[in-house]
């Protein structure tokens, strides 16, 4: 089984800040995806990588497959960013069903 | 297409009794997911299937809980005699998965409030 750890658990950041959550897992994996949960429970795949790095608008989401390690950075921080934080793993070899992190409760202050 | 949508919303039953989810996919995707969140915690797979065959459950589904998508399209997840540890979001993803890996499009959730 996949240990996928994120921290921190909890983030509070003042409007404008660079944030970021790291995420790290155990074993070798097919894809790693950062999801975003609002409050009430809809889940929103952010990114899907297998390596490298991806940009979209604020968000940025990096990869290290030989460390095992990922990171999600939101530059310019805003109070509508405020969220959980979710980072998955996948396996294509086994249904590609996600092992999720327990995530990362982000309050950006204005 | 509207996403993927789940009913109901939210639902409160009693120890004991059945209760059953539905989870309608976006129209085109193969796969199917159920997934369980506890407050507080990451979701937790439960089974996924491809078109109508239920290709993997996990030991999280107990043999009070069964799960069927007839004809490759909807699914319905069933509780038998729930139990107050029953209580989670009960949420539903779908995919399209060929050659290349595709992400998951997540539904709502039906949040299961066990008295």
């Known amino acids: 089984k996949n240990e996928v750890e994120q921290s921190p658990q909890n983030l509070t950041a003042q409007e404008g800040e660079f944030i970021t959550i790291n995420c790290s897992y155990s074993?070798?994996?097919?894809?790693l995806h950062w999801l975003q949960q609002h409050p009430g429970g809809g889940i929103v795949s952010l990114f899907m990588l297998s390596s490298g790095k991806k940009k979209h608008g604020r968000l940025i989401a990096t990869i290290n497959i030989q460390e095992k390690h990922s990171s999600l950075h939101i530059t310019a921080s805003h109070p509508r960013d405020s969220a959980v934080y979710i980072c998955a793993v996948s396996y294509t070899n086994t249904g590609n069903q996600f092992y999720f992190g327990t995530g990362t409760s982000l309050t950006v202050i204005p | 297409d509207t996403g993927v949508s789940q009913n109901p919303r939210h639902k409160i039953t009693k120890r004991g009794q059945n209760v059953t989810f539905r989870c309608d996919p976006i129209s085109e995707h193969n796969r199917l997911y159920w997934y369980r969140q506890t407050l507080g915690q990451g979701p937790e797979f439960l089974t996924y299937f491809q078109n109508e065959a239920q290709l993997e459950k996990s030991r999280l589904l107990s043999d009070r809980f069964s799960a069927e998508r007839p004809k490759g399209s909807f699914s319905t997840l069933e509780i038998q005699r729930t139990e107050q540890g029953d209580s989670a979001m009960y949420l539903c993803?779908?995919?399209?998965?060929?050659?290349?890996?595709?992400?998951?499009?997540f539904g709502p959730g039906t949040r299961l409030t066990v008295l």
């Open positions: 993803a779908s995919s399209f998965t060929g050659f290349f890996q595709d992400t998951q499009y």
């Open positions: 074993v070798g994996i097919s894809a």
